[in-house]
């Protein structure tokens, strides 16, 4: 734990220059007033928890106050981390011994980081012993396969593409049965950028679900949606959508290492049970990050640099 | 999932219908759900704080006009503040010297290499000579992605390898100066605008070219932290202009108004798709109706105002009021709306929920089913348009023959027709006053 809580903050404290563990009182006064629960929803929207969540968030700490007899702010600052924390799952662990392959689509929107982190997790995975394959599936973007071929020599890590505007779905089909033939632990596949909104880029998304389910019985084991922290209220109808369409299980939270607090993550383990998987601290393959709720909340709750 | 404003404000109103002036009440009331709705619009928290006390100034006191309920004098008041904040598109800064160096700017995964082949695709076509420069030698492939659009749109792309980007950005000035060519694009890497060693290599770059316009390319999604990328951005270097992109989403591109209120940078241009020629001038009216979650209503309006004759509406108004509109009316709507243009155009410009719900259908499915519908009802007799009580099943087989449908599409629009019929009766009585019923 104490590991993973300093490379959290190595992550952090690159862009954020902020110092972890000691963090700055929110709160202008020491004792509760009106002005501090304006304070509070200030910080709360401004870390894109949204304001449906903020406004929950203060009834409860509300309560407590009255409950507790609370009348330092230092103490609601304790009691805001704790309802924090409490509203967000502790993060899973990954089960890879079930299948093998055991086959992982990463979907989300355009730019969100799906191609970076298909290379940080196909990298940590090979770390611990298994074998990886990286499929190619976003054969539109221009030179996105390029992409996955760069990161997949860097790291050592076969990749199976198709050709550019080949069938995305196909492009999977094949990266299964050759992982089923080479014995592969681990299919990654990294699939196009898409809008949610976009009906046939959806319809699209759900195909290769589909046929890899041809490929492979019981696959994809898991859907990962690749959300970018930076997103606003808009994160919540992305999960929605990505959700209903293939089934998606865990998501993946990158560019944490930005400026933004990624609030949208509790709006969305709320409202649709979707567990916060990993991190994305920064742009090389160690940083990414087994998704650290305690870390994560200290995030949202330090005085920003600026 | 979100109520649209004119919805939640209407409720509201409800039961000051017949005052002639707005109270500081009446105003507190709907000033808390514009609140809301532009902070679900992630308008950054202090950017909405200051919008709302000033519309609320503006709207204590106002004089209700008699064509607008309460509500809708509000929201006019916002709607033209919004726009007044946002500004006036403006273009590039494309007088003086040759050749204009452009440089696109912004967080990781944005748009800028996107938005560069947007942009050179654009000026080509308006007869300039671009160049575009690949100066992100950071992104594996970035350089390839680059390359392939610079072909796709038909633009050279300058690259040299192993040269940091201010060198190259200057050897791709001095290239550009000597090959002729009228504009110049860089497109760099992403970056946080806290990371100092990355901007200052964005200044470096300025101080090597003469940059004539620096465009801040920002995703449309992006949350209350547009304020501050935007401000650190603006600190390293001479921002000239801001393009939001992903606009063909549902998001509500809040982030322009908070960038554009507090750090005056104009905005440029809008990319709306991942095609290299969705690329738009956009329009503050409807980026401001978009922002309060009233999709286009405003552009609706018009779009029907222009489209329908006064008259028919009104008539059609009064029938539906007295519960009295037939298959006939409903012909007739089907016109008016086919006059709209493109259904997957009208589509788009639905407001909030139906908007939503809009977005998830197939647009060539619909403009078919319009079609279906059309061929049913001009399987009809006058009478039975008038009157679809008559319709039995023998009447109902001969449509369907007459049409080239089956049984089960004539029986699936009269059930259609006759929910349609109910929907206006309650819309009547929650006072949809205004829009026109389009969509019957
Ligand atoms: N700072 C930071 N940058 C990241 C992180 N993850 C990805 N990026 C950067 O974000 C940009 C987009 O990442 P990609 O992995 O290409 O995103 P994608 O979802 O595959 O994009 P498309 O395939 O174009 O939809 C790249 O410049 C990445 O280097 C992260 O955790 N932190
Ligand atoms: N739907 C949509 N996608 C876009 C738009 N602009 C860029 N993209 C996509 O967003 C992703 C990142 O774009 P890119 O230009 O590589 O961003 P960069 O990292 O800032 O250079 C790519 O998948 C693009 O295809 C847009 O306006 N709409
Ligand atoms: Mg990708
Ligand atoms: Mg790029």
Do not use: C
């Given at each position: 734990m104490a590991d993973l809580f300093s490379k959290w903050k190595e992550g952090l404290e690159k862009t954020r220059k902020a110092t972890f563990g000691r963090i700055a009182t929110l709160f202008g006064a020491t004792q509760i007033n009106s002005d501090t629960w304006d304070e509070l929803e200030a910080i709360l929207v401004q870390a894109d928890l949204g304001i449906?969540?903020?406004?929950?968030?203060?009834?409860?700490?509300?309560?407590?106050?009255?409950?507790?007899?609370?009348?330092?702010?230092?103490?609601?600052?304790?009691?805001?981390?704790?309802?924090l924390i409490s509203r967000?799952?502790?993060?899973?662990?990954?089960?890879?011994?079930?299948?093998?392959?055991?086959?992982?689509?990463?979907?989300?929107?355009?730019?969100?980081?799906?191609?970076?982190?298909?290379?940080?997790?196909?990298?940590?995975?090979?770390?611990?012993?298994?074998?990886?394959?990286l499929a190619a599936a976003d054969t539109f973007r221009a030179a996105a396969v390029d992409q996955l071929q760069v990161w997949g020599d860097r790291?050592?890590?076969?990749?199976?593409?198709?050709?550019?505007?080949?069938?995305?779905?196909?492009?999977?089909?094949?990266?299964?049965?050759?992982?089923?033939?080479?014995?592969?632990?681990?299919?990654?596949?990294?699939?196009?950028?898409?809008?949610?909104?976009?009906?046939?880029?959806?319809?699209?998304?759900?195909?290769?679900?589909?046929?890899?389910?041809?490929?492979?019985?019981?696959?994809?084991?898991?859907?990962?949606?690749?959300?970018?922290?930076?997103?606003?209220?808009?994160?919540?109808?992305?999960a929605k959508a990505f959700k209903e369409a293939v089934h998606v299980t865990g998501i993946i939270l990158s560019k944490l290492d930005s400026s933004a607090r990624g609030g949208m993550a509790f709006a969305i383990q709320q409202s649709l049970g979707l567990p916060i998987l990993y991190a994305g601290l920064g742009e090389k393959p160690e940083d990414l990050q087994v998704f650290n709720r305690e870390a994560f909340v200290n995030g949202i709750l330090e005085k920003n640099g600026q | 999932m979100f109520e649209t404003l004119t919805q939640r404000l209407e409720q509201i109103f409800t039961n000051l219908r017949r005052r002639g002036k707005l109270t500081e009440q009446d105003v507190d009331a709907v000033m808390r759900e514009v609140r809301l709705a532009l902070l679900e619009a992630d308008v950054h928290y202090s950017v909405v704080k200051d919008f709302v006390s000033r519309v609320r100034e503006r709207a204590v006191g106002a004089e209700v006009s008699q064509a607008l309920n309460p509500a809708q004098q509000v929201i006019k008041i916002v709607h033209e503040e919004l726009i007044k904040t946002l500004g006036e598109p403006q273009w590039l800064n494309l007088t003086g010297p040759k050749p204009r160096a452009l440089m696109l700017v912004g967080l990781q995964g944005s748009g800028?290499?996107?938005?560069?082949?947007?942009?050179?695709?654009?000026?080509?076509?308006?007869?300039?000579?671009?160049?575009?420069?690949?100066?992100?030698?950071?992104?594996?492939?970035?350089?390839?992605?680059?390359?392939?659009?610079?072909?796709?749109?038909?633009?050279?792309?300058?690259?040299?390898?192993?040269v940091p980007p201010p060198l190259l950005c200057a050897k791709a000035f001095d290239h550009a100066q000597k090959g002729g060519y009228s504009v110049m694009i860089m497109d760099t890497a992403g970056r946080s605008q806290l990371d100092d060693a990355l901007m200052s290599e964005l200044k470096a770059i300025t101080e090597?070219?003469?940059?004539?316009?620096?465009?801040?390319?920002?995703?449309?999604?992006?949350?209350?932290?547009?304020?501050?990328?935007?401000?650190?951005?603006?600190?390293?270097?001479?921002?000239?202009g801001l393009i939001m992109t992903k606009m063909d989403g549902d998001s509500r591109g809040g982030a322009a108004i908070s960038i554009r209120s507090v750090t005056g940078v104009p905005i440029k241009f809008l990319g709306t798709g991942e095609g290299i020629d969705a690329l738009e001038v956009y329009d503050p009216s409807r980026l401001a109706s978009r922002i309060l979650g009233m999709g286009d209503v405003i552009g609706l309006i018009e779009k029907a105002q222009q489209a329908y004759d006064e008259k028919t509406a009104r008539e059609q108004a009064e029938k539906m009021m007295s519960g009295r509109f037939t298959l006939e009316d409903f012909a007739n709507q089907l016109r008016q709306v086919k006059k709209l243009g493109p259904l997957a155009q009208i589509l788009e410009m639905l407001p909030g929920q139906l908007g939503q719900a809009a977005k998830m259908v197939d647009p060539k499915d619909a403009e078919r089913q319009l079609k279906m519908t059309e061929a049913i009802i001009n399987s009809m007799t006058r009478e039975e348009r008038l009157n679809p009580d008559i319709l039995n099943?023998?009447?109902?087989?001969?449509?369907?023959?007459?049409?080239?449908?089956?049984?089960?599409?004539v029986n699936r629009l009269i059930k259609q027709f006759r929910e349609a019929q109910k929907l206006f009766k309650t819309l009547q009585k929650t006072g949809g006053r205004g829009m026109p019923n389009l969509f019957g």
């Open positions: 449906e969540t903020t406004e929950e968030i203060i009834q409860a700490l509300k309560q407590r106050v009255v409950q507790e007899g609370l009348t330092r702010t230092e103490e609601l600052q304790n009691a805001l981390r704790e309802v967000l799952d502790p993060t899973p662990t990954i089960d890879f011994s079930s299948h093998k392959p055991m086959v992982i689509l990463l979907v989300g929107v355009n730019g969100s980081g799906k191609t970076t982190t298909a290379a940080k997790l196909g990298w940590q995975f090979s770390r611990t012993g298994k074998t990886v394959l790291l050592g890590l076969p990749v199976i593409a198709g050709q550019p505007n080949a069938d995305p779905a196909a492009v999977a089909f094949d990266a299964i049965q050759s992982a089923i033939s080479r014995k592969i632990d681990i299919v990654l596949v990294d699939t196009a950028g898409r809008l949610h909104t976009r009906y046939n880029l959806m319809e699209e998304l759900k195909k290769i679900h589909r046929v890899v389910g041809k490929a492979l019985p019981g696959a994809p084991h898991a859907v990962w949606l690749v959300l970018d922290a930076t997103t606003g209220q808009n994160a919540l109808q992305q | 800028k290499t996107t938005a560069a082949a947007k942009l050179a695709r654009l000026l080509r076509s308006q007869g300039e000579r671009v160049l575009l420069v690949a100066a992100d030698p950071y992104r594996p492939a970035a350089v390839k992605q680059l390359q392939t659009l610079g072909e796709k749109v038909g633009v050279p792309v300058f690259y040299e390898e192993k090597k070219v003469p940059v004539a316009d620096i465009l801040l390319v920002v995703d449309s999604m992006i949350g209350q932290e547009a304020l501050h990328v935007a401000q650190g951005f603006r600190q390293a270097v001479n921002l000239t099943a023998s009447r109902r087989r001969r449509i369907a023959r007459g049409s080239g449908t089956d049984v089960q599409d």
